[in-house]
């Protein structure tokens, strides 16, 4: 059982930064992949970023890619996501995820355990 809890959401002007937080609790985190994951109002939940046991590999959304960067500390229990060049439509309640396999982590049937959210609104 992995219980994940998300912080760093607030209020930032576009072309601002913002770096979330998800700390996980129980001994087998070095164990999972991690994703982030967000949903705006009225949308699905859509794909951000991803990354391996390890750290080792990561993956992104193009809509993210070059301006979000995915990162952990396995000594910590956590996983960031530092957030540059914020846009409006970045504006969504993120998620923190983990999950068995990387290979799985971009899908939000392959997460196993989910955070409640933390709201990052973009102000043009």
Not at 36 to 58: D, L, M, Y
Not at 70 to 97: F, G, W
Request: proline letters at 2%; a positive charge.
């Amino acid at each position: 059982q992995v219980q994940l809890v998300e912080s760093g959401g607030g209020l930032v002007q576009a072309g601002g930064s913002l770096r979330l937080s998800c700390a996980a609790s129980g001994r087998t985190f070095s164990s999972y992949a991690m994703g982030w994951f967000r949903q705006a109002p009225g949308k699905e939940r859509e794909f951000v970023a991803a990354i391996s046991w390890s750290g080792g590999s990561t993956i992104y959304a193009d809509s993210v890619k070059g301006r979000f960067t995915i990162s952990r500390d396995n000594a910590k229990n956590t996983v960031y996501l530092q957030m540059n060049s914020l846009k409006p439509e970045d504006t969504a309640v993120y998620y923190c995820a983990a999950s068995a396999s990387l290979r799985v982590a971009t899908m939000v049937g392959g997460m196993a355990y989910w955070g409640k959210g933390t709201l990052v609104t973009v102000s043009s």
